[in-house]
């Protein structure tokens, strides 16, 4: 069973780290269900075989998906980009695979600005990603926790005052299985 789900997961990475850049921002609801859906029997036992949609992104807080969502330059107003990948990422979380669970928005940002102005906008945007969640998609708010992250946790390590799209995303957790 190891030696399947081990190649099963190093097949979901091959097609993840080949894929083009704007592929890999707007997964579908069943890749996003794949990626947060934990494998194991019980829920603690879960994160052994975790599925991830970015091996940088391995927590031990639970599985996880790093999300391409768009917001216009400096601010939480949500781009048709971004709604259109959050309405992927509801239909997911409203499944019947996921609809038992919890999960933390997190928003990240890349190096420019002061850390102070991107926590704080970090947080503003995954609010702003909760907030849509919960009016498009009836998820109740206990089930969501927005977290900004600010420059936390960079995808890709960058000095300051560095521009990174790869950095300024917005990562999923299911708080129940980890």
Known sequence: MRSVIAVLLAASLAIVLAAPASAQSSPSADQIIQSLKPTGTGLKDATRGIRLANPKEATASGPSVSLNVQFATGSATLTGQARSVLDQLGRALTS?????????????????????????????????????????FGITADRLQAVGMGEEGLAVPTPPQTANAQNRRVKVVNQDAG
């Open 96 to 136: 019947q695979d996921l609809a038992q669970y919890h999960f933390r928005i997190e928003g990240h940002t890349d190096t420019v600005g002061t850390p102070e102005e991107n926590k704080a906008l970090s947080q503003r945007r995954a609010d702003a990603v909760a907030t849509y969640l919960r009016q498009h």
